[in-house]
């Protein structure tokens, strides 16, 4: 799956790329360039990819891993909860997985 959004010019502003495998999406990837980062760009194209996969794939969990230094927040914000922590993986970081019900 594959999500993206356009500048105002038609550049590329932020993406989401992931995939669904039986009821479940997996988000592999968001990112937001640095010029539209703080206007909402990441909340929409989660927000799109979850209602694709709902209405396309059937699907009714997302899942997400990210480490400590990048978006825990940003999901915990969106309704994803916390379903495991890997402390020191890699050496000095912590891996979160999360995951919500969007179905």
Avoid at 15 to 24: E, I, P, R
Avoid at 29 to 48: C, I
Wanted: glycine content about 10%; aromatic content about 12%; some cysteine.
């Amino acid at each position: 799956m594959h999500v993206w959004a356009l500048s105002a010019n038609g550049e590329l502003a932020g993406g989401l790329v992931g995939h669904t495998w039986t009821t479940w999406l997996h988000v592999t990837y968001l990112w937001v360039d640095a010029a539209h980062r703080g206007t909402g760009l990441g909340s929409t194209l989660l927000t799109e990819a979850e209602r694709l996969a709902t209405t396309e794939r059937a699907c009714t969990h997302s899942r997400v891993e990210t480490w400590d230094f990048q978006a825990p927040d940003f999901y915990r914000k969106h309704g994803y909860e916390v379903v495991c922590v890997i402390p020191d993986y890699p050496p000095g970081v912590t891996e979160y997985t999360l995951t919500k019900q969007i179905g």
